[in-house]
């Protein structure tokens, strides 16, 4: 199994600013992704952060919005910028280390004013 | 890409009864399943998995059945108690392409245990 930490583990921000928040695993994992989870919703896959090259987005979401770095197999960032009160959820990374399982992170929850 | 029709909550329970959750999913190829928990305040954590056609997962009393001809992973639980109340995710993972290793999740069933 992985242990995967992220931080900040929450936030209050302002409108219009922007937060990134870190992911760290354990342990190499092949691959490596950010989840949302808006307030009594399910969980939306907003991209694959790929090590050494640009993320892949899922519909609906974009890389100005929320750009992903993942310079090595155990680290990765989501920032999620200019940020509005509808950006305000829980985000959530996971990896998957070549086990056909994905575990995650405590998540981080955000509140944005 | 995946889909999954979880059944809808909440569901409430008194401890000791027996429960099933459905889950109901389509996906192109044959994906592995899993039942993800998420407790008040916390994470997300694995229940349980099956990556195959007929296996069964288990975890904590929790079983879950890979039936591929319903497509379905149903989760159930002999006898519930008061520490299960919690949000329940089914989720297949994409197989190939694409969708390889990414998670569909339900919308999640509230689960309620009263003693």
């Known amino acids: 199994s992985a242990v995967i930490s992220q931080k900040p583990s929450r936030d209050i921000c302002q409108r219009g600013t922007s937060l990134t928040i870190q992911c760290q695993v354990d342990s190499q994992v092949t691959m490596m992704f950010w989840y949302r989870q808006q307030p009594g919703q399910s969980l939306t896959l907003i991209a694959t952060a790929n090590q050494g090259s640009e993320a892949t987005y899922e519909s609906g979401f974009v890389i100005d919005k929320f750009p992903i770095s993942r310079p090595n197999l155990t680290f990765s960032t989501l920032t999620v910028s200019n940020m509005s009160p509808e950006d305000s959820s829980i985000y959530l990374c996971s990896g998957e280390a070549g086990t056909d399982t994905q575990y995650f992170g405590p998540g981080t929850r955000l509140t944005v004013l | 890409g995946n ?27 044959y994906p592995s399943l899993f039942w993800y928990v998420q407790y008040p305040g916390e994470g997300l954590q694995l229940l349980l998995k099956a990556t195959k056609a007929d296996d069964k997962g288990s975890n904590k009393g929790f079983e879950a059945t890979y039936r591929k001809e319903t497509t379905s992973f149903h989760l ?40």
């Open chain 2, 3 to 29: 889909s999954v029709t979880q059944m809808e909550g909440p569901v409430t329970l008194s401890e000791e009864a027996f429960l099933t959750i459905n889950c109901t999913y389509t996906a192109t190829g």
């Open chain 2, 76 to 115: 159930e639980k002999g006898s519930v108690q008061v520490s299960d109340s919690a949000v329940y995710f089914c989720a297949p993972m994409g197989a190939g392409g694409t969708s390889y290793g990414k998670l569909t999740f339900g919308q999640g069933t509230i689960l309620t245990v009263h003693p």
